[in-house]
């Protein structure tokens, strides 16, 4: 019986829990999953190819969602953060889970499965900010565009929330640290990549990607956000605790302080 082995899989989720799979079914104490695109293969490192199979990947879900609904959370929150050796650490937190003396999700004594559940309050954080602080610009196709650069691989988590509230306009999210989006066709979400020429943001640079309308309105809405803000009662430091300053350049009402 391997008591080790590395895994080498696509990098998507699904892959990821097929990996997860693998691993229980192959009995491995340890297994050093690796998206292939990050692959270090070892000197004498015993190594296996996962292909995804949405079937395995989906016994594993399954058996952790009867185990604990928190557990899910936890698991695809802190897969989407990106951390280094994450898919280790999550691996050894479904050991944990699937273990004979079942302690949950939230035995913090275990170091890995406080350091997941820490990953996965940060990314949870990290998503709500987005669908906060995402700025839409209206382009001269009529489909409103933003930019976006999370720490964490956010996407997946904030489409159900923006195609419930512009439910009625076409939009793309586009995530420049990660080069791909989503875009909303009035139907459905689709994951896209653009060839981007120029980085738009919401400093109210001119672009030719823009409508003159969309300029005005940033204008009124700055101004708005100027008249309104009482000066003696700013508070710069619990400010930036709530609007940290990385988001600032994607804020009109921001460009004179970027």
């Given at each position: 019986?391997?008591?080790?082995?590395?895994?080498?899989?696509?990098?998507?989720?699904?892959?990821?829990?097929?990996?997860?799979?693998?691993?229980?079914?192959?009995?491995?104490?340890?297994?050093?999953?690796?998206?292939n695109s990050q692959f270090q293969s070892g000197l004498f490192a015993d190594t296996e190819t996962i292909f995804t199979n949405i079937d395995k990947a989906q016994r594993v879900w399954n058996g952790v969602l009867k185990k604990s609904n928190s557990a899910i959370k936890n698991i695809y929150f802190a897969f989407l953060s990106e951390q280094n050796n994450i898919e280790a650490l999550i691996y050894?937190?479904?050991?944990?889970?699937?273990?004979?003396?079942?302690?949950?999700?939230?035995?913090?004594?275990?170091?890995?499965?406080?350091?997941?559940n820490q990953l996965a309050h940060k990314v949870g954080r990290e998503k709500h900010r987005m669908e906060a602080f995402v700025r839409f610009q209206l382009t001269k196709d009529d489909v409103y565009f933003a930019n976006i650069e999370p720490d964490f691989d956010v996407l997946p988590l904030v489409s159900k929330h923006f195609r419930n509230r512009y439910a009625d306009q076409q939009w793309i999210i586009y995530d420049l640290k990660r080069k791909y989006g989503i875009f909303y066709d009035l139907q459905t979400?689709?994951?896209?990549?653009?060839?981007?020429?120029?980085?738009?943001?919401?400093?109210?640079?001119?672009?030719?990607?823009?409508?003159?309308?969309?300029?005005?309105?940033q204008d009124l809405w700055n101004n708005y956000f100027?008249?309104?803000?009482?000066?003696?009662?700013?508070?710069?430091?619990?400010?930036?605790?709530?609007?940290?300053?990385?988001?600032?350049?994607?804020?009109?009402?921001?460009?004179?302080?970027?």
């Open positions: 019986m391997n008591t080790s082995k590395t895994l080498v899989y696509d990098g998507s989720f699904n892959g990821f829990l097929t990996a997860v799979f693998v691993g229980f079914e192959q009995k491995l104490s340890h297994a050093d999953i690796q998206k050894h937190y479904i050991q944990k889970l699937m273990g004979g003396r079942y302690l949950g999700a939230t035995d913090f004594s275990d170091a890995g499965v406080l350091k997941i979400v689709e994951i896209i990549s653009l060839d981007l020429t120029d980085i738009h943001t919401n400093s109210m640079e001119k672009s030719d990607a823009f409508t003159h309308e969309e300029y005005e309105y100027k008249s309104t803000t009482i000066k003696s009662r700013i508070n710069t430091k619990l400010h930036v605790q709530h609007v940290p300053k990385r988001y600032w350049k994607y804020l009109s009402e921001k460009k004179e302080a970027v």
